[in-house]
């Protein structure tokens, strides 16, 4: 993990975001929304993050895309550090790295025709002339399955699924090879989601992009990423790639999410772990627990928990896990 | 069939429009739907195929002036709700069917302390009417949030919605829904504005109450594994129309209607194995709503009769019916 591999086309180090909300007697109140994290994505994969909500992982996301500009830490993109926030960046880390929300409704100018959302990208990525716009317009509405007819409609009258659509043609339309998505289906029925996220990995293969990929919906990651993140108050809990991280979840959180999906096949249900069952809720990142952040709801909870925060242990190849479970057995071995 | 006492609801055929600028809303189209007593029901659809009008039309909350019902019944214990009185649509209201939303933060009025609200409930339900003294009040409150796992309930009590999180304060409703005796719940989709852990957690809290009290729930949901682990019957509902009819082993192991195949295709599986390309197409519209079946357009295996007359429920067998003239074929 430490040793630097040049396959990496986004790696996060020891990042860090806190946002200050006031003041008390003994200093400045922080909401540690992330509290050092490290992550990489390989060139074309996808990497899901998972989490409840509060947990971070959207101001992953917007610290990624330069919404914020980091506390503290580093984004290393194609080996340059993008760790500062968007204005201050080089016009071809924006272009290589774009984002598509969770709401497509409030992500899309409603006020603005189609063409004139699509137009953007355009106007500022490239020394296309104007009169060559529509075709490219055309081309990129082709791409994902709308007719050309759209460039005329506003978002207001059209549907959710084809919003979410259109925002996924302005991400691809200035050519990026990393794009964040951020809950991109979580206010869409299943049917449309399915044909939403077949249109992503479509993408993805033919225009070798890597997707960030965030989430709350496990069972929709285990199709779609290729390594799974866990996060919970700020921190990775666990990473795998997203067969183990189904057959052998090692994190107790982890566990306790996986017992607490829904499930409609019996397949899936001999997956799900018996024991966790899913008490408390999680906490508030303005006033996180000390050492472990998850010990007050672990059902293994240890005496250490409550005082030491634990090490991420590589427990084997690729499967990362934060927990002091584990660390013990490290030092056995 | 059945005898009439067991049926605690029963929809007949229920017609619902809204009157918007450009003429009527044509939302529900012959809705039937049956609860027997101790049964849990689960209603699962896409958004906006009118899960939800369906149950505000139980209760009659649906937007006054707005809506007409040109035909339909909903019998309540043999009694036709849309026929009640304003008094007895109130008793109904308040001492037989309760109803828990969606979303909890817009269901508790955010300027009363938690007190106030599930007081009021209790105050309003008959089981306390004739001694509404204070104490009794406070101490039936208690008892409401103690049963739903609500620590220091006491304390709660004084508390305002904002001072508590989601999970809590979808547990403070559930547990205004059973602060006094009822005979039905209904849940509309209880968890989805919630985590996957709490979701889970209100899941089994309202199990566990289903099954003390041996009321009957409506659970109304869009996520097709909740409505396995949750109920005994599950209805599938695709615009404004009941579609399929089955016990979840049955509906999962052998779905007929092709809405039903389509959607259970759609749901991302934690064992893998990727996604089925969806349900081509979109809802129709409900201001000019296609004559016949409302599926046929977006259906592969359409024939003529499916734009003449809307499909009736056949009966596969027992207790799974299906709308739907394949099943003729």
């Known amino acids: ?333 | 069939m059945k005898t009439k006492e067991n049926i605690l609801l029963d929809i007949k055929d229920l017609h619902v429009w809204y009157r918007v600028y450009s003429g009527y809303l044509k939302v529900l189209n012959g809705v039937h739907l049956m609860v027997r007593e101790g049964e849990r029901v689960g209603l699962v659809g896409e958004a906006g195929c009118g899960k939800t009008t369906t149950m505000k039309s139980i209760l009659q909350i649906l937007p006054p002036g707005d809506f007409h019902i040109p035909q339909g019944q909903i019998f309540y214990k043999g009694q036709d709700v849309l026929k009640m009185s304003f008094k007895e649509l109130q008793s109904l209201r308040s001492r037989e069917i309760a109803m828990i939303f969606q979303d909890p933060t817009a269901a508790l009025n955010s300027v009363f302390i938690i007190g106030t609200q599930i007081g009021d409930v209790i105050k309003y339900s008959s089981a306390f009417a004739e001694n509404e003294h204070k104490e009794t009040i406070k101490e039936q409150s208690v008892k409401a949030l103690k049963e739903v796992y609500l620590p220091d309930p006491e304390r709660m009590l004084i508390n305002y919605p904002f001072q508590l999180s989601g999970g809590m304060k979808q547990r403070v409703c559930i547990a205004m829904a059973i602060s006094s005796p009822r005979n039905l719940l209904i849940a509309d989709e209880p968890g989805t504005s919630l985590d996957v852990t709490i979701q889970d957690q209100i899941h089994r809290l309202l199990n566990e109450i289903v099954e003390k009290r041996k009321t009957s729930i409506i659970l109304i949901t869009h996520s097709l594994g909740v409505a396995k682990e949750m109920t005994d019957r599950i209805y599938v509902m695709y615009a404004g129309t009941i579609v399929e009819t089955a016990t979840p082993e049955v509906l999962f192991k052998n779905p007929v209607h092709p809405y039903t195949k389509g959607l259970l295709a759609s749901v991302p599986k934690i064992s893998g194995g990727g996604i089925a390309r969806g349900i081509p197409g979109k809802l129709p519209s409900y201001l000019h709503p296609p004559s016949g079946c409302r599926f046929q357009l977006r259906c592969e295996q359409e024939s003529p009769i499916c734009s003449e007359k809307s499909p009736p429920l056949f009966e596969i067998e027992k207790d799974h019916l299906v709308a739907c003239y394949l099943t003729q074929r």
């Open chain 1, 1 to 333: 993990m430490k040793q630097a591999t040049n396959n990496e086309i986004l790696k996060i180090e020891k990042l860090k975001k806190y946002f200050h909300i006031g003041k008390d007697k003994k200093g400045p109140i922080y909401v540690r929304a992330v509290d050092g994290v490290a992550l990489n994505i390989k060139y074309g994969e996808t990497l899901g993050l998972v989490g409840e909500s509060g947990s971070g992982k959207s101001t992953i996301a917007y610290t990624v895309v330069g919404m914020y500009r980091p506390t503290s830490g580093q984004i290393m993109f194609k080996g340059k550090n993008i760790g500062v926030e968007a204005s201050r960046r080089s016009l071809f880390s924006k272009k290589e790295i774009q984002i598509v929300f969770q709401d497509p409704g409030s992500s899309l100018n409603p006020r603005q025709t189609i063409e004139q959302i699509l137009a953007l990208p355009f106007r500022i990525h490239t020394q296309m002339p104007k009169r060559q716009f529509r075709k490219k317009m055309v081309e990129l509405l082709e791409k994902v399955e709308l007719s050309p007819d759209y460039l005329y409609k506003s978002p207001p009258s059209i549907g959710g699924g084809e919003k979410q659509m259109v925002a996924i043609a302005r991400a691809i339309a200035s050519n990026p090879s990393l794009i964040v998505l951020d809950e991109p289906t979580s206010a869409l029925d299943v049917s449309v989601q399915a044909k939403i996220i077949n249109k992503l990995i479509d993408l993805q293969k033919e225009m070798n992009l890597s997707y960030l990929f965030i989430t709350h919906d496990l069972s929709l990651m285990r199709n779609v990423a290729n390594r799974i993140a866990i996060m919970y108050l700020g921190k990775i809990c666990e990473v795998a790639d997203s067969v183990t991280f189904f057959e052998k979840p090692l994190h107790p959180y982890t566990q306790m999410l996986i017992s607490s999906v829904p499930v409609i096949t019996e397949e899936e249900k001999k997956l799900k772990p018996k024991k966790v069952i899913s008490i408390g809720e999680i906490p508030s990142p303005v006033n996180i627990p000390p050492g472990c952040s998850f010990h007050l709801r672990c059902p293994y909870k240890m005496s250490i928990c409550s005082k030491v925060d634990p090490e991420m242990i590589e427990f084997s190849p690729g499967h990362i896990v934060r927990c002091h479970l584990f660390a013990k057995l490290e030092n056995k071995k």
